[in-house]
């Protein structure tokens, strides 16, 4: 959005006013039912000479699109006034299973967030949205890719490479729709198209539809956001500082897991692009005249915005620079023409050539920007709040003829600015890592230094002579190719501008930049407020981590005396329009002034020397207006609600709820769960901060029942998810536990020896004995006293719901894990004892096939074998050798044609919850067949890497010996006589 003064007042005005008018739409369109058209809307309809002309200047580009969804049959048409449909969210995820097989491990991807869409609510209580015909409830999903060499895909794996993480999002608008599409294309090119080789040197992660409610209804935004706040259609973009939405909360709570280094969201901005043209009009006495739309002619493709905050790390910002000259290179060599987005500019008209509506080229005007200024400083809005967490971070936005009209142009620009992305920091990898890194060390330094010139600007204003194009400053110098009388410019193609913008940076008036709220930079931030567990679940999104006294202590800190409290209403749809956005004026205005102030223990800490600490810091400090307070005190005033979340104020002459710590120094202190990195999963579990006392009652009780090296982590309380149940049980599944796990500062990767633990209704902390599934527990609610009686845990639909159930849990690790525990000897295993050559092995890439003989003693297919896989990890040979166990998998076995049987495996993700098997020589042993073989071919994670055959003694092929003190209870097993790596063996009772 452009913001002008003087002459460009009444342009503001009437923009604000466009943007209200929408808003109030889009709320009308939210909270209508179950949408009459899922995923679709009526196309554009745009003049046909203007559709020619587009669709000339792409012609030759040869792309083939016919792998999408949306070019399968039952999408509509792509001409003007027709109606189209996007991918639906079935669709999606077929395409996403499809390009994950045909990518050959290098991508994986998951749901990390769902919930069901919601209607409106009553009184507090969610309606949620049902389908008219069947009653089913919308579940909305958020999947999430990671392309890497490896395969990876939990964020700890992805951090230990150490390589450059890239994020791609796209339609965070729902009606924004190429964004979208444009990373479907960018999926299918780096499963198995021409950008594939840059996973070498890069990991890439994607949201291909950031806001996947918006594009089922569709409308630009959601009403995920906290309804008893009226926020239906919320914006997703106007929700970054405060997260009102429970979708955006796990979208930054991913992004904080994931620490990418460079960012691009991906946008739509109308059918005509942003450079104003218009032509002549004879009846008008200046000569020129925008009559109505269709005089008016906006001639770019895509319009690009790097959009660093005044408070980020300056290394950091100096890199994003640098790949501005890249992608400007790449777009122009493929002829899409494009712009600076101008997210404020003065203007200047000015005559020259400009498109007809035969085609060709005749005289005209063109608003030109006298100047244009990098972002607003606007921490709610994505891109710039993306680059506050240490990242380079960019916005594109194409054409948006709705809904498929002109689908290549507008794709065509958001990939080749994502591809120029990829390609920069696959070229430079080792420099952009090492920047990014050196930068947010740099950030988290200065959090550790006091000093009068460590400073942050959580603002800025505009320069009153910004857009006074008689104050000296660097002018627009722009390049764009026409024709002429005598030909086309030297240098340019025929019919296409490219738009070449020099951007005004600094901080002189002449800039437009005059810098506000520039503060000191405190040591820590010290949080007084009642509403801790709620305050931590939203502000933690931002990516900081919190910590909390432990005992008693009296601090000198600056305070902030509240002298004014100014109710100045925000639109009752403040996040869905512009309106308000601006840094000023403060609502809560006041002085400093120091003083002592005694904090009892459990009071709430953030300290600076945290790379994202300053994106924190605009949330808490009283000079900041994206402040909690400032909001919490909108939201009273306006609406009269209790905002659950915010930091609380007092009257005029109380303090500010938050207070600074001018110097270093040691506060006795312990680190929060780290709600930074947690993610809710299946509509959802809730984790809640327990009070200090509570919490350390708790793991003294658990650690009583422990052995002394077991290391208690940090316990949560568990708010469990809205649904229907019959027993008195709730199970986590694999997901959940690696999220608790991570919440807790535990190590996903020894999740395998994590033991539970729940608070039993008598106090005592009793332990979760673990469920037959892998990595799956679960608990009995009477244990803590609990019980829903057969009816739902949570009344959703009635005005009279009980409260929802809250069970406290911990996680322990044992000290041992698969990884420390001494290998097994060979000896002890194998032996020759009736093995078989009939079992078959095979593995294509990641798919591994064990196909069984109909004489095993299997009777019918279906039924479910348990497989262990142990990996030898020294020894020439497997009889002399050590092994490790690996995995244990429980896999149905299908019949062939009522012959032999077969169990499919994926060994980068062997059980289904992401275990992958490391590259080596196994012996595989399996219960209730009678049949044992060894087979002849490697277990490789990786479809390139080959893994050097270990041959097999044949004359001494198992050693002898039996189970040993291993499988206690468990009969012989065998070895062939082979030189092959795989060896099959049964287990049975005895």
């Known amino acids: 959005m452009q913001f002008t003064k003087n002459s460009n007042v009444k342009k503001r005005i009437w923009r604000l006013a466009l943007a209200l008018c929408i808003t109030i739409m889009s709320s009308a369109i939210a909270f209508a039912s179950w949408p009459a058209r899922p995923y679709g809307a009526v196309n554009a309809t745009l003049p046909e000479w203007f559709m020619d002309y587009q669709n000339s200047l792409f012609r030759s580009s040869g792309v083939d699109y016919s792998f999408l969804p949306l070019y399968k049959p039952g999408h509509g048409s792509s001409l003007p006034g027709a109606e189209g449909f996007i991918a639906n969210d079935v669709e999606l995820e077929e395409f996403l299973i499809e390009e994950a097989a045909a990518s050959g491990g290098t991508m994986k991807w998951k749901n990390v967030f769902e919930y069901y869409a919601v209607s409106d609510d009553v009184n507090g209580v969610l309606r949620y949205e049902q389908n008219p015909e069947t009653g089913e409830r ?5 999947p999430f890719v990671v392309f890497s060499k490896e395969g990876v895909f939990e964020p700890e794996d992805v951090v230990a490479l150490k390589r450059p993480v890239i994020w791609l999002q796209g339609q965070i608008h729902g009606n924004e729709y190429s964004g979208g599409d444009a990373e479907q294309v960018m999926i299918h090119r780096l499963t198995q198209g021409d950008l594939k080789y840059v996973l070498d040197r890069i990991v890439v992660v994607m949201l291909p539809r950031a806001n996947p409610e918006g594009a089922w209804r569709p409308i630009r935004g959601n009403n995920a956001a906290l309804f008893t706040q009226g926020m239906s259609g919320q914006d997703p973009n106007r929700d970054n500082i405060w997260f009102e939405s429970v ?10 897991a994931y620490a990418p280094h ?58 994003g620079y640098e790949f501005e000259e890249d992608w400007r290179d790449l777009l122009e060599a493929r002829g899409i023409r494009w712009s600076v987005y101008p997210a404020m500019s003065g203007n200047s008209d000015v005559d020259g050539l400009v498109l007809s509506s035969d085609g060709s080229m005749v005289p005209g005007r063109r608003s030109l920007p006298a100047y244009i200024l990098e972002a607003d400083g606007d921490p709610r809005m994505v891109d710039p709040s993306y680059g506050l967490k240490g990242a380079a971070s960019y916005l594109s936005e194409s054409s948006s003829p709705t809904m498929r009209t002109l689908f290549d142009t507008r794709v065509r620009g958001h990939n080749t600015v994502a591809e120029s992305l990829l390609l920069t920091a696959y070229n430079r990898a080792d420099y952009v890592y090492d920047t990014v890194m050196r930068g947010r060390e740099e950030q988290a330094e200065a959090g550790r230094q006091i000093a009068p010139a460590n400073t942050l600007q959580l603002s800025y204003l505009f320069s009153p002579t910004y857009d006074d194009l008689s104050v000296p400053g660097e002018t627009i110098t722009e390049y764009y190719a026409t024709r002429t009388d005598e030909g086309v410019v030297e240098g340019s193609r025929e019919g296409v501008k490219i738009g070449r913008m020099a951007l005004a940076r600094g901080t002189s008036p002449s800039d437009g930049y005059v810098p506000a709220s520039v503060i000191q930079r405190p040591y820590a931030y010290i949080i007084s407020s009642d509403q801790q567990a709620a305050f931590v679940d939203r502000f933690t999104s931002t990516g900081v981590r919190l910590s909390r006294l432990t005992e008693d202590i009296t601090l000198p800190v600056t305070a902030f005396l509240i002298t004014n409290r100014v109710a100045n209403p925000p639109s009752s749809t403040s996040l869905q329009s512009d309106k308000d956005m601006e840094p ?10 120091s003083k002592e102030v005694s904090f009892k223990a459990g009071t709430l800490v953030m300290y600076m020397d945290q790379p994202i600490a300053p994106y924190g810091a605009l949330g808490l400090d009283p000079q900041s207006c994206w402040n909690y307070a400032n909001i919490w005190w909108r939201r009273t005033t306006v609406d009269n609600k209790n905002p659950v979340g915010y930091l609380p104020v007092g009257p005029d002459g109380s303090d500010f709820p938050t207070y600074k710590l001018m110097e270093v120094r040691s506060l006795p202190t312990e680190n929060l769960p780290d709600f930074a990195k947690y993610v809710t999963g299946v509509n959802t579990i809730t984790p809640k901060l327990i009070p200090l006392e509570e919490s350390r009652s708790f793991i003294e009780r658990v650690r009583a029942a422990l052995p002394s090296e077991a290391e208690v982590l940090y316990p949560v309380d568990i708010q469990l998810p809205t649904q229907y149940t019959s027993t008195n049980r709730y199970t986590f599944d694999a997901d959940e536990l690696r999220r608790l796990v991570r919440l807790m500062d535990g190590d996903i990767h020894k999740l395998d020896s994590v033991r539970w633990f729940i608070q039993a209704k008598d106090g005592s902390a009793r332990e979760i004995i673990p469920g037959t599934a892998p990595l799956t527990v679960a608990v009995d609610l009477s244990d803590y006293g609990l019980s829903n009686g057969g009816i739902r845990i949570f009344a959703v639909d009635s005005a009279n719901a009980p409260s929802p159930i809250t069970i406290r849990l911990v996680a322990v690790e044992t000290g041992v894990t698969p990884d420390d525990a001494p290998p097994i000897p060979a000896e002890d295993l194998l032996d020759e004892e009736g093995a078989t050559d009939d079992i078959v092995i ?7 096939k064990i196909t069984i003989p109909a004489s095993s003693g299997l009777e019918v297919g279906g039924e479910v074998v348990k497989f262990w896989f142990f990996r030898k990890v020294s020894g020439s040979s497997l009889a002399d050798g050590d092994l490790r166990l690996e995995a244990v998998v429980e896999k149905r076995v299908e019949q062939l044609d009522g012959g032999p049987f077969r169990a499919e495996f994926d060994v980068n993700d062997i059980d289904g919850n992401g275990t992958k098997l490391p590259s080596g020589n196994y012996a595989i042993e399996f219960e209730g067949v009678e049949s044992r073989v060894a087979g002849y071919t490697p277990i490789s994670s990786t479809v390139i890497s080959e893994v050097p055959v270990d041959p097999v003694d044949p004359d001494n092929p198992g050693g002898g010996g039996s189970s040993g003190g291993c499988d206690a209870g468990f009969g012989a097993f065998a070895l062939v006589a082979a030189a092959g790596v795989f060896v099959i063996r049964r287990r049975y009772p005895q």
């Open 138 to 142: 919308k579940l909305i999903k958020l």
């Open 842 to 848: 095979e593995q294509d890439g990641a798919a591994l």
């Open 247 to 256: 979708l955006q909360r796990a979208v930054h709570k991913t992004m904080n």
């Open 584 to 593: 000023w004026p403060h609502i809560i205005s006041g002085e400093c002034y």
């Open 262 to 319: 460079v960012v691009i969201d991906q946008h739509e901005q109308g059918a005509w692009g942003s450079v104003t043209e218009w032509v002549p009009d004879a009846s008008a006495s200046t000569g020129w005249s925008r009559k109505s739309t269709s005089d008016t002619r906006r001639l770019n493709d895509l319009s690009m915005l790097y959009a660093p905050h005044p408070v980020n790390n300056e290394t950091i910002t100096a890199l």
